[in-house]
């Protein structure tokens, strides 16, 4: 069974400071994996996904994030942080079963951005 | 661009009571999922369907039951309502079952008093 492990649960970073999310993924297969942002009360927003090809993927609102499967890995960053950065963020590994696929998040990492 | 549609936002319901919540996907979209989010909490994978069939099953208590229908939309019913069940529920959609992007909507929060 898959699993995605966010080692960091609370980040604290400064406005205009760069960011680095961890997320660690167990999968016996290739790996689909995804970044999701979900603000204070609100739907899960797709950030980016890698599926293949090329490892740095770019997504929404200037993050991205990079594969690697010797580490198992698919970290966030962006290199410089805004106030309205501040969220949720959930890094998520698509499985697949017998019958169909479905998702598997992380616990979440809670961003807090001091001005 | 359109996205997926889930009603009501905001439930309120009594303990022992019945709720249904619904869901609209993405246009084109055949696969439908349901989560369900504690509060502090990951999302849990509650149960999928690919073109109105069953697909996959996660942690779906028994009193919980859905299904999609022939427009695709979904609804999920939750009956003998317990405290614990007060939630974020989230539904999302993708086309087709495999190597595909997964769309969420805003989710119903649902709370039993």
């Known amino acids: 069974a898959q699993s995605v492990t966010q080692p960091d649960i609370h980040i604290t970073v400064s406005e205009g400071a760069s960011l680095e999310l961890r997320c660690n993924y167990s999968?016996?297969?290739?790996?689909?994996l995804f970044w999701y942002v979900q603000s204070p009360g609100q739907g899960l927003q797709l950030l980016l996904k890698?599926?293949?090809?090329?490892?740095l993927v770019q997504g929404i609102k200037g993050f991205e994030a990079e594969f690697k499967r010797s580490q198992s890995s698919f970290n966030l960053r962006k290199p410089s942080v805004h106030w309205s950065d501040a969220a949720e963020y959930f890094c998520?590994?698509?499985?697949?079963?017998?019958?169909?696929?479905?998702?598997?998040f992380g616990t979440g990492t809670q961003l807090k951005v001091e001005l | 661009a359109a996205g997926v549609i889930q009603s009501p936002r905001h439930l309120i319901k009594e303990k022992r009571e019945t709720a249904t919540l619904k869901c609209y996907p993405i246009?084109?979209?055949?696969?439908v999922y349901w989560y369900q989010q504690g509060p502090g909490q990951d999302p849990q994978f509650l149960i999928s369907?690919?073109?109105?069939?069953?697909?996959d099953k996660g942690s779906i208590p028994d009193r919980f039951s859905a299904q999609q229908f022939s427009d695709y939309h979904s609804e999920l019913n939750m009956s003998s309502l317990e405290l614990g069940d007060s939630a974020l529920y989230f539904c999302?959609?993708?086309?087709?079952?495999?190597?595909?992007?997964?769309?969420f909507g805003e989710g119903s929060w649902l709370t039993v008093v």
């Open positions: 369907f690919y073109e109105k069939m069953q697909s």
């Open positions: 246009p084109r979209h055949d696969t």
């Open positions: 890698y599926f293949s090809g090329d490892t």
């Open positions: 999968y016996g297969a290739t790996p689909y």
């Open positions: 998520a590994v698509l499985g697949f079963t017998g019958g169909g696929n479905k998702l598997t």
């Open positions: 999302a959609s993708s086309l087709g079952t495999g190597k595909n992007t997964i769309y």
